[in-house]
């Protein structure tokens, strides 16, 4: 009997198998055995030797074994293999793709909201907790920007994108400004701004600033520093989380410790914007499992993100939070295909 290779380079038997294993976890949720899988998978072995394989499986780190008495369970590994192994560009299911056509069929609505709605599709159908990181303030087309007087040196700079919805920042200014000065100075500001990005219209102040005639009006000056520090003001993006209670519903959440586990990686949102960022630079949808989490906390869990864009630009990003035993073959296309078409939503 020729053993598993360490290295994931398996023999087509051994191919066959764990592929089946994997399935046959993700189906039932319970240790596989090998009358189960001879049974069920036209494996074209006896039980015997199915039994045998496993064993070899086992001890290249691709399956183990929770008890002595029970079958064995797939390792972080052998997700990993399946995962890689799965049909490239599977296509999504027809109902799946119909549901999520529908869904974004509706008269469009503002952005924001959309980019919501949106997390609360993909738990609705997944049944897992869903991840949508709304779009930096700094990739989306302004519209306007509107400053408010709030209080002596204290502004608020409301930027409204292209797309609709508003976000706002709050500027400590050298000098104190009426709500008249704050209006005539937006109105400057949005003769140039409109269309362009926040990351567009720091660098559009940057130059005029340089310009001799900043220099010598100091209407101008005053704007475009009050705008220069509007658009530097950071801010974290908007992180929509839904499903918490639909995923604890799984069976891998009845033991308290692992529920624990998910409930506050789900409450830590900061560890999460972190996950959906490196997304964004991922060619396709990324998926990690278990261990390949940076986050500790998100050990014993699997991750299918992906992100949506306008045009070339990413704006944000989605995703399925869930067990590491995921139904890798529908979730990994229905994320991709939630992420187009919510592209082609904002797009239009």
């Excluded at 400590?172 to 400057?188: C, I, N, P, V």
């Amino acid at each position: 009997m020729t053993p598993a290779p360490q290295n994931g380079d398996l023999s087509p038997r051994h191919n066959a198998l764990l592929l089946a294993a994997v399935q046959e976890f993700i189906n039932t949720a319970e240790p596989v055995g090998s009358h189960q899988l001879a049974a069920h998978h036209h494996l074209g072995v006896r039980a015997a030797m199915v039994r045998n394989l496993m064993g070899e499986l086992e001890e290249a780190g691709f399956l183990r074994q929770p008890h002595t008495s029970a079958g064995r369970v797939p390792t972080d590994r052998a997700f990993r293999y399946y995962v890689d192994h799965l049909t490239p560009s599977s296509p999504i299911g027809f109902h799946d793709r119909a549901q999520i056509e529908l869904h974004y069929s509706a008269p469009p609505a503002d952005f924001i909201e959309i980019v919501r709605d949106t997390s609360r599709l993909l738990a609705l159908m997944t049944g897992q907790a869903a991840l949508v990181m709304a779009p930096r303030l700094e990739s989306v087309m302004l519209e306007r920007v509107q400053f408010l007087r709030l209080r002596d040196f204290e502004v608020l700079a409301v930027f409204v994108p292209v797309a609709g919805g508003v976000q706002s920042r709050l500027v400590q200014t050298a000098r104190d400004h009426s709500q008249e000065e704050l209006d005539r100075m937006a109105g400057y500001l949005n003769d140039s701004l409109h269309g362009r990005t926040l990351e567009n219209a720091r660098a559009w102040i940057e130059e005029r600033l340089r310009d001799d005639r900043a220099a010598y009006d100091a209407f101008i000056r005053t704007a475009l520093t009050l705008g220069g520090a509007a658009t530097r003001s950071s801010s974290s993006a908007e992180l929509y989380v839904e499903g918490g209670s639909k995923a604890v519903e799984q069976p891998e959440f009845a033991d308290p410790g692992r529920l624990r586990e998910l409930l506050r990686a789900l409450e830590d949102k900061t560890a999460l914007l972190n996950l959906l960022e490196r997304s964004l630079t991922h060619q396709g949808p990324m998926v990690s499992i278990g261990s390949e989490n940076f986050d500790a906390r998100l050990s014993a869990f699997a991750v299918v993100a992906a992100s949506y864009a306008s045009g070339i630009t990413p704006l944000g990003s989605l995703a399925i939070v869930g067990p590491v035993r995921m139904d890798y073959d529908r979730v990994i296309p229905l994320v991709s295909y939630t992420a187009r078409a919510l592209s082609r939503v904002l797009d239009h």
